[in-house]
């Protein structure tokens, strides 16, 4: 009898723990097998500036119990989710849908309400699906992390400023310390992991890198051919020994030369026949050189390939070759005209004091000593490097990166050439230029993840106020003056996100003018001192050698008012062209 029984019983007593089972297995989310509604959710994450949010890590929760997924769900690179997830029928609309959110640098506290869950249509088995989105901003959370990628950053400047060590190695000893301490102390603990390696890897700009790479490549080649030196040499012949014309003729040949090839390869082309030049017409060098140093920067301003900030500008920004002639070469060539003028006042005395005793025997020495060695390669590279040129002018219509461009010129003149492809890696290509790019931007991609250029763009705006004017001002100027005292081109890195949320939130920016005030400021900025922009520190250096010493103050005497009153004029033109 009680055998008989013990089957029954069982099936009794399972029947009741199902019973009882169910309504928590539908409040919990874990539906039952066969009576299933679905919720498709989606959505996007961002911060307070309104940039995606990658790698957060979601969780769901329906009537405060946490709904199991068959994986880990996190944002993609563009902040975007989407999950579907099983309920129990009957629970939803009226169920309440939550999120819940962690990623290392944000607060994460609370759980985000998922409003507005929509019936969509039945499956036709009694089943319903549904639609929810919501998109939700983070706030950052000032964790250890935080402080030291700040540290790390204000390291690295520190380092370059003062010249305590090689700006390549410290960038890379910068990366490394953030890496070595996202992979020891913030294995442990999250609030110390600052910058992954694939996050480190995808901050790496390699349209700059490549472009950069490739320009190089073109003028070690075109080098070869002693066209740079024998342009110096025509300029001394046209002047005819007049070494106001010779000044004048001088600046304008190194500013067209900068604004199509890399200022610092036009200074270490131009310096030593100039030199020469001087000496034998018995000139301080340092008063030719100045000027063209000077011009350097300022041609290079002019174009997207001209000086290296603007090659990072127009990486990060989109924007064209052509967007930088038409926006920046009318107030380039004002700032070129104005440069020339004041060194020919300002060093009109020596000026008028050099004499040559024979300007012929001057002209033949130095056509024979500066005169074309490869009339064949010069012409290949000119066809090459005009086609090349062509490509950067309509890279945006053809959806083409310039990094693009530069590398069909850069391979076409290697074939055509027959160089040494060996010699020209080794001796051409500067590596520790490169080298300090990949790690600058990991460096900068370390603050940006922890907050602190956040931090910089939301006070800028606020000291702003929102005004155009002012934040045109701002920008301007504070990266003129931050050039002149440290490189250029790690401050045009810090720079770039905080440019790119100003350009988005304050009225009349959406133009792209921002853009253009940085670009002037940092690029005509680094004319202020000896170490602001690295054609400076190059002229510096071959002046020295040559036994033309100049010291910082010297330097900045010569070059900080006229740089200055080139950020006036450009103050003038950028408000002029925005009101």
Known sequence: MNRSLSPILLFCLLCLVTFVASPVAAAQGTPDSGQVDRLSLSGVVTNSQGKPVKEVEL???????????????KTSNSGAYRVELEISRGVLPDGKIEIETEKPCYACANRIPVENVVKERSDGRGNTIFLARQDFTLQRSITPAFWIASGVLLLVYGLIAFELMHRTLAAFLGATLLLATTYTLGTFNPDYAILTFEDAVRAIDMNVIFLLMAMMIVVGILKKTGVFQWMAYKSYQVAGGNVFVLSLILVVVTACASAFLDNVTTMLLIIPVTIEIALTLKLNPLTLLIPEVFASNVGGTATLIGDPPNIMIGSYAKLTFMNFVENLTLICLI??????????????????????????????????????????????????LAVTILLFIFHG????????????????LMLVSRVDIVEMIEKDIEWPTLIFFIMLFIVVAGAEETGLIQVIAEWVKDMS?????????????????????????PFTATMLPIVAYLTVEIPGAQGGILWWALALGACLGGNGTMIGASANVVTVGMAERAGYSISFMQYAKAAFVPMLVTIVFCSIWLLYVAL
């Open 335 to 384: 700032c070129l005209v104005f440069t020339a003028i004041c060194y020919a006042f300002r060093y009109r005395k020596s000026y008028a004091a050099a004499k040559v005793d024979d300007v012929g025997a001057l002209i033949a020495h130095l056509r024979e000593e500066y005169k074309i060695t490869d009339g064949t390669l010069l012409m290949q590279g000119a066809v090459v």
């Open 397 to 412: 219509a053809l959806h083409m990166e310039p990094s693009i461009a530069a590398m069909i010129g850069a391979v076409t």
């Open 465 to 489: 106020k929102g005004s155009l004017v002012a934040a045109i001002l701002m920008i301007l100027w504070v990266s003129a003056l931050a050039s002149a005292i440290i490189d250029n081109i």
């Open 59 to 73: 969780g769901f929760y329906l009537n405060g119990n946490k709904i199991d997924t068959a994986e880990t769900m």
